[in-house]
């Protein structure tokens, strides 16, 4: 777990902010690009590529950058994202203790034909890849799918380390992604990487769930109680670890979150729990969106990126 101090963040972003920004996002890219090459080297017995996170991880991005890498050297690889493995809502069948589906269960997915799926996909045999409407909460058709020899295939899913869902790893690369860092503040207090997570998820949730601030709080605990119980388990499977924490995020999101936190404090009983978000803000400088380049990982959140999610 990596340390750094706020005072350091505001130093490189005060002196020179588009240079911190490139530097940020270039020591990312060079880790990805890492482990794609790594990846390269065992395609021919490992054509299978399982990548994990908790939500808000940056999952999405780091599978489409390995992807991009992969693809540039010359080997296809096809992303797909577990979630479109959903059961339909009729056939769920795991609940929570107010009888509301348990969506941060490994039993929402349909495992069987999950792992029937990645069989046939080493095989190279064809296969029909489910779509999954959340709004309707049902699946809304399928795409064909036959990997070709020398081709990859990226599983990306907050269970894709789960050996219950997705099998054994003998044909698989497996890659876990998260924040890994803690920021140090003013007065000592060390500000946890789910907060950071969870900054990203307010502005996502906001601007592309339909969901406010609050019903996002009202959702940590039983998201964090799925991470401790169904994701943190695995993460010794992974044969890669990658901190997604960009130093400039604070500065970032400052802008966009301050005035949700604000009222937030004021309206929001169990705040409490959430205070350090609000510290880290007030004791971050304030940088602007449009330094940010459209391939960096925090445009999963904000928006403006140029990969399709």
């Known amino acids: 777990m990596n340390i750094i101090d706020i005072k350091e963040l505001n130093e490189r972003i005060e002196s020179s902010p588009a240079e911190y920004i490139g530097e940020c996002c270039d020591s990312y890219n060079e880790v990805c690009t890492m482990i794609a090459e790594t990846i390269a080297g065992t395609a021919s017995e490992r054509p299978i590529i399982l990548l994990a996170g908790p939500s808000g991880s940056g999952k999405t991005t780091s599978a489409l950058k390995i992807e991009a890498v992969l693809d540039k050297m010359g080997m296809e690889t096809h992303t797909i994202s577990m979630d479109n493995y959903f059961l339909p809502k009729h056939l769920v069948q795991v609940f929570d203790k107010n009888n509301q589906i348990d969506y941060e269960s490994p039993l929402r997915i349909d495992i069987p034909l999950l792992q029937e799926h990645m069989i046939k996909i080493a095989n190279c045999e064809p296969v029909d890849v489910p779509y999954f409407d959340f709004v309707t909460q049902d699946r809304a058709g399928s795409r064909k799918l036959c990997r ?77 109680k799925g991470e401790d119980l169904y994701i943190n388990p695995y993460k010794v499977r992974s044969h890669f670890d990658v901190d997604t924490f960009h130093g400039f995020e604070p500065a970032l999101y400052k802008p966009l979150l301050e005035d949700d936190i604000r009222a937030l404090r004021e309206t929001y009983e169990p705040f409490e729990e959430f205070l350090p978000i609000s510290d880290l803000l007030n004791g971050s400088l304030t940088v602007s969106e449009e330094l940010v380049p459209p391939a960096a990982l925090s445009r999963e959140f904000i928006g403006g990126s140029c990969f399709e999610y």
């Open 148 to 224: 070709k020899k020398g081709e990859l295939v990226l599983f990306e899913g907050i269970h894709a380390l789960n050996p219950e869902v997705t099998g054994g790893e003998d044909i698989a690369n497996c890659i876990y992604v998260s924040v890994r860092t803690r920021i140090k503040l003013a007065d000592g207090q060390l500000v946890h990487p789910k907060l950071i997570r969870l900054m990203r998820r307010i502005i996502r949730d906001r601007n592309y769930r339909n969901r406010c601030p609050a019903e996002t709080l009202d959702m940590f605990e039983s998201v964090q």
